[in-house]
């Protein structure tokens, strides 16, 4: 089977292969924690042609490669590592993957690749906003912890019942597998920084 070619910045050709494509696709669609349905309605690839790709039996097109990056919110260069050092990888100011729900905007810096154990991410909040609510379930796994840095502003961190106070300047390292939330509740915008490390706390 014929195999397509993507150029780097270098001026190097890269193939399009079966088998690392498709064993980084795959590691990167279970880091999001995507099914290949979930991936198939993202990319707008079928499910069995992703299967495909995944198991190393096809070589995808340079344009269904393309959207199979964006179905992981990746650039075509970034899914086949052109861009790349093979040992770091670096999110450009503004370039991280966002999300946005009311006063609640998130920028995550960390990229998902394989066997990633941590995470980084600027969250940004208008006044009255929060990043969730009391009641809702933990969202992080069982033994993980998260440090905030607030860069700016003013928060409030709700966790497990309690209220904490935290101004610009403030770092707060806590159990991230508890209910909690931030909220600011003063007039003017806040900004923050979280890193969550996932299942390192012993006791």
Do not use: K
Not at 16 to 44: F, Y
Not at 91 to 111: A, D, F, I, N, V
Not at 165 to 192: I, K, M, S, W, Y
């Amino acid at each position: 089977m014929a195999t397509q070619t993507a150029r780097s910045r270098n001026g190097a050709e890269a193939e399009i292969g079966t088998g690392a494509l498709g064993a980084r696709v795959r590691a990167l669609r279970e880091a999001m924690d995507l099914s290949l349905r979930d991936l198939a309605e993202r990319s707008g690839v079928s499910a069995p042609m992703l299967s495909q790709v995944e198991r190393g039996e096809t070589s995808p097109t340079l344009a269904v490669a393309a959207r199979i990056a964006a179905g992981v919110e990746l650039t075509l260069s970034q899914l086949l590592r052109l861009d790349e050092d093979p040992h770091l990888v670096i999110t450009r100011r503004g370039q991280g993957r966002r999300r946005r729900r009311g006063g609640h905007r998130l920028e995550e810096l960390t990229p998902p690749l394989p066997g990633q154990r941590a995470e980084v991410s600027l969250h940004h909040l208008e006044p009255g906003a929060g990043t969730g609510g009391p009641g809702d379930p933990p969202i992080h796994e069982p033994g993980s912890r998260e440090t905030v840095y607030l860069r700016s502003g003013s928060a409030v961190l709700a966790i497990d019942g309690v209220d904490h106070e935290l101004q610009g300047g403030d770092c707060v390292t806590f159990d991230a597998d508890l209910p909690h939330h931030f909220e600011n509740r003063g007039d003017r915008p806040a900004e923050f920084l979280a890193v969550v490390a996932a299942g390192l706390r012993r006791s």
